[in-house]
């Protein structure tokens, strides 16, 4: 029989949650659902209030609170079973404070859970007014957001289009994967919110295209066409310069993440020989961007070649040689996108004749986000094991959830597997068939190192 | 060795809880809908249809022998106890707001008190209460939700000592206390650091036994401090029974139903009978006088055993149903079955 799908329902009060459970009690969906009204520890099946004990936090691994279920929910779910007619459903409303972890985690507890049950989704309904002053302030907002698979950003009349815009942008920083709605009065297909089928990876276009590009070192690179000679880089504006060139500066965004040091610049020049894209001169700035730097004083001369270059500047503003011997066309990667940089040849600033924003890995950085991989091939199920089994028991705190889709060797099926935080799920689900198997996989959560959790991805593939 | 099918009858849901009355003459049988039948057990006419608990019922228990008087706990947060001889409600115990999930009445009539007293259970809140419905003792509330109860029938004869009074045990996650039946204190806490599902103690007073989360058993000797812990069970272990010698225990988490020998020092480093089932063992039970153990499964499967033997499968039937329950009737003669799609099944055992 088909595990029971479970929908968890989280939001701070006041953001539209009880709106949302009420459409959920009185529309007509045919669905026989049990309502589990957390905050008042009531249990409603078929429209029927039912009282139960009260939040109860069970630690399950020797004191570790990231292991915690929900006692309470195990005995509620339990009870449900213990009828002729199977539910279609169960949804557990949360209070606004509570970390929605334990009752995720809940669903991964014992067989008899995980047989029953499956967590179907983690749905979020946020204040759009308010929503940004509590991701300012508070934690528990910020995990809120990273849970979910299903975000409804309510109230959105209150609201301008641009500040909608700006708060998805805000929200995909933290959760890249969820799927967002704007609502008023939660007002949206039931089935955009219950039974959607949990986080379905395959359907990989719903992602953020931008989410799972693989990401660089370099946040920009443009392309110069150099004669031979002694020309300059410079960084920074002079005073009452034209900003022609390459700025960003006007873009409108906010960054909040601060690249390092304001007075160092990482640069790389290369030669781009090729007439198609410069996929091979970006695997090429890749390595260069990985390798100790030499560091440039103001006045000091930079070459092409396969070289980091470190240019130490003051306050945010510096000029250097760029030493050309051989004419052509070079490509300039850029560690910081947001720095003025300018080539200057003859004394004239040039355009570069093509340029690219870049991905940025973001090195250690402790605020929410989200990682993704997704490669193809196919996995050794034993490495897998080993390597989830260690990042969970070492790194489960900080990872929120975790969701995949994988392709291992030992199977013609799709390995289809959700964590919370320690916990977590896999199973076989639909044979891949004529599918490209593609490994898709996504982290959500703190500290987040996406170059060590790529490596230690690929290092579970099979050759 | 054969089973014979002597009667079925149906609930309205879910067969939640079943069980004989001590005369015999009655099988009790709630849906967890609410309603709760009395069948009688020569033929499976329905005697009485009780209304139940309607939001609900969870558990039912029959009085000691000399009361045909059978108690119910529900999702009311209830405890309802009815007249069986005329089908009459009784009275009503209002507990709590929480679910009541477990009652158990004391066995043996404490000293100077021939009053029945029955322990029940809901969310945190432990009470003893007396035929009548009224509430003859509340303990303090447990720190998380109990689990589980169980009475202690006679404590263990110790020589030079007057016997104590038997304990009533009652399990929360971290730890199962024992309190004493006729003075209620708290005598002892059993530290156990996971979930307890089910509590059994021995007939002769020694053994208490915990059916654990984790998954596993663990066994105490209260009176001489010692405690054993037998693991590798497949799931949670909710199943636990001792045969009338409390020598075999029989336990289950999974689909194997796992008999130690508790004699002596007890199932450490011994090798348990392992007496398999194709799907996960929903319900066992030793008889009551008798050495037979009845085990059965969610495929709906039924195996006796005599656990001791070499060859231990005696006779097997197969039900239709997942088995959410099973009672041997007290001469031992009947099983009793309780399914998920609310059928009872009443089994002759023939020798």
Known sequence: MDPIPVTVLTGFLGAGKTTLLNRILTEKHGLKLAVIENEFGEVGVDHQLLVTGDEELLEMNNGCICCSVRGDLIRILGRLLKRKDRLDGVLIETTGLA???PVAQTFFTDEEMRASYKLDAIVSVVDAKHVSAHLDADDESVKQIAFADVILLNKIDLITDADATALEERIRKINSVARIYRTKDC???????????????????????????????????????????????????????DHEGHDHGGDGHDH??????????????????????PAREEEEAVKVFSEWEAKLKAGDTAEPGSRLYRLLLDEGCGRFKLQVSKPGRYLVFEQNGEAPLHIEVAGDTVKP????????????NDAVTSVGISQPGTLDGKRLNDWIGTLLRTKGGDIYRMKGVLS???SGKRLVFQGVHMLFDAKFDREWGSEPRQNTLVFIGKNLDRAALTDAFEACLVD | MELKKHWAARLDDYAIDLAWSPDGRFLAAASSAGPISLFQAADGLRSHDLPGHGQGTNIIAWAPPGNLLLASGGQDGAVKFWDAGSGQHAGTAELATDWVEHLAWRPTPGSGNSSPVLAAAAGRKLALLRPDASLAHAFPDAPKTVSAL??????????????PAPALAASHFGAV?????DSFALRKELAYANGVNALAWSPDGRWLVSGNQDPSVHLWIPAEDDELQMSGYESKVKHLSFDPTSRWLATAGGRDACVWDCSGPGPEGREPAMLAHETPVSALAFQNTHGLLATASHGGEVHLWSPERRQPLRATARLPDAVTKLAWSPDDRMLAFGSEKGVIYVLKCDA
């Open chain 2, 177 to 181: 206390r024992l309190f004493d039946a």
């Open chain 1, 353 to 364: 004749s093509w340029q690219k924003d870049y991905h940025a890995a973001h090195e250690h």
């Open chain 2, 150 to 163: 169980a009475w202690q029938n006679t404590p263990p004869p110790r020589s030079g000592e007057p016997v």
């Open chain 1, 408 to 410: 291992v060797k030992e």
């Open chain 1, 99 to 101: 970390n929605p972890g």
């Open chain 1, 187 to 241: 007002s949206l297909p039931l089935d955009k919110v219950l039974g959607v089928g949990g986080f379905n990876l395959s359907r990989a276009a719903e992602l953020d295209p931008k989410f799972l590009e693989p990401e660089f070192p370099f946040e920009w690179a443009g392309a110069y066409e150099l004669p031979a000679g002694s020309h300059a880089i410079a960084i920074g504006h002079a005073p009452g310069e």
């Open chain 1, 256 to 277: 909040h993440h601060h690249h390092g040091n304001e007075n160092e610049l990482d640069v790389a020049i290369l030669p781009w020989e090729s007439a198609a894209e």
